[in-house]
Antibody
Framework: EVQLLDSGGGLVQPGGSLRLSCAASGFTFNNYAMTWVRQAPGKGLEWVSSITGSGYITFYADSVKGRFTISRDNAKNTLYLQMFNLRGEDTAMYYC??????????????WGQGTLVTVSS | QSALTQPASVSESPGQSITISCTGTSSDVGAYNFVSWYQQHPGKAPKLMIYDVNERPSGVSYRFSGFKSGNTASLTISGLQAEDEADYYCCSYAGGSTWVFGGGTKVTVL
């Protein structure tokens, strides 16, 4: 069974940092691009960042560019999102999701259960 | 990257059909056939329902179908059932290796 398990969320002060993880199982991890999507409380979905299967190519939304870094460890079947200089508007549930293939995102399926990040003093 | 436009809510009785629109621009929905739809029940992670405009993943009911014309995509749910009550989001490739979601539509089964 394909599974994604998100972790690493928590309460952090404005300007602080946090690293999210997404542990994958049930499929050949390095054969798929991966993505982070977030959802602010009571709001809609927002694409955050994607990475190809090799990890060599990354993409970011303008809202997080320069502050967030997506990466992956294919030996550990794990996706990461390192978040720096966090702001209140980064408060959200963060989901990881699998893409279509090694180099193509195209859609998001399946999704992890999400991990909640709260930025507040 | 502006969000795609969806109606805030749609309501209908069981057994009826509904269509949710998703309006973008010639730079996203109108430019690419990479439109997908997601169902999200309260407190749960989203689930892929439609990809590549009108393709249904294995396991998704035939009652769900997708379509696109110009800058507007749509999701139709036929034979509405109580379990279909959820939030629905469209998503489109927006060029430059970026993706944009719609604001979401709350579907209520009366």
């Amino acid at each position: 069974e394909v599974q994604l398990l998100d972790s690493g969320g928590g309460l952090v002060q404005p300007g602080g940092s946090l690293r999210l993880s997404c542990a994958a199982s049930g499929f050949t991890f390095n054969n798929y691009a991966m993505t982070w999507v977030r959802q602010a409380p009571g709001k809609g979905l927002e694409w955050v960042s994607s990475i190809t299967g090799s990890g060599y190519i990354t993409f970011y939304a303008d809202s997080v560019k320069g502050r967030f870094t997506i990466s992956r460890d294919n030996a550990k079947n794990t996706l990461y999102l390192q978040m720096f200089n966090l702001r209140g508007e980064d408060t959200a549930m963060y989901y990881c999701a699998r893409g279509k293939s090694k180099e193509a995102v195209d859609w998001f399926d399946p999704w992890g259960q999400g991990t909640l990040v709260t930025v507040s003093s | 990257q502006s969000a795609l436009t969806q109606p805030a809510s749609v309501s209908e009785s069981p057994g009826q059909s509904i269509t949710i629109s998703c309006t973008g621009t010639s730079s996203d929905v109108g430019a690419y056939n990479f439109v997908s739809w997601y169902q999200q029940h309260p407190g749960k992670a989203p689930k892929l329902m439609i990809y590549d405009v009108n393709e249904r993943p294995s396991g998704v009911s035939y009652r769900f179908s997708g379509f696109k014309s110009g800058n507007t995509a749509s999701l139709t749910i036929s034979g509405l059932q109580a379990e279909d009550e959820a939030d629905y989001y469209c998503c489109s490739y927006a060029g430059g290796s970026t993706w944009v979601f719609g604001g979401g539509t709350k579907v209520t089964v009366l």
